[in-house]
């Protein structure tokens, strides 16, 4: 019994690193850079070693990488949740926004804006972190916390920068 309560802690931590590679990757960082951008909070030798499941990493070292990706520290971990593959169908798209200007903004609109934003990037588990897609049901939505029409709505995202 306790080989196969090891073989599952190796596995669910080759899962754990596979995890922690993919929002790396959509973040487009080498392992160099994120050594280097988080100024060497983050060695690449160590992430290295936690993406390939050889090393275990602890609760409050996966929050600060979360905190570092900007992403949710849930989405660091592998989940049963019928998550999104990321397709879409043709002629769904509504807008692009620009999610690095969003992060610059502030006021209500901003931080509403940016609330709504995040929880598509879950759904949808996209962390680029440059831009979102945003889907044309997901319009209707931002044009109400926007307080225009929907035909109005990207020319507000564009008064914003975001569009």
């Known amino acids: 019994m306790e080989i196969d309560e090891n073989e599952e802690r190796e596995e669910y931590g080759r899962v754990v690193g596979g995890r922690l590679r993919q929002i790396r990757k959509q973040k487009r960082l080498s392992l160099q850079e994120v050594e280097s951008v988080s100024d060497h909070e983050f060695k690449a030798s160590v992430l290295g070693a936690y993406e390939r499941g050889e090393r275990a990493i602890s609760v409050p070292r996966l929050h600060r990488l979360a905190m570092f990706y900007k992403v949710p520290v849930d989405q660091l971990l ?35 804006l940016g609330r709504y934003l995040r929880m598509i990037q879950v759904q949808r588990q996209d962390f680029n972190g440059r831009v979102l897609t945003i889907r044309r049901d997901d319009m209707r ?23």
């Open 78 to 112: 592998p989940g049963e949740s019928g998550a999104s593959n990321g397709a879409e169908p043709q002629g769904a798209y509504g807008a692009r926004i620009d999610i690095a200007k969003l992060e610059e903004l502030d006021g209500p609109d901003a931080r509403m």
């Open 141 to 163: 939505a931002i044009a109400c916390m926007l307080g225009v029409s929907e035909d109005d709505a990207a020319g507000r995202l564009a008064e914003l920068g975001l569009g």
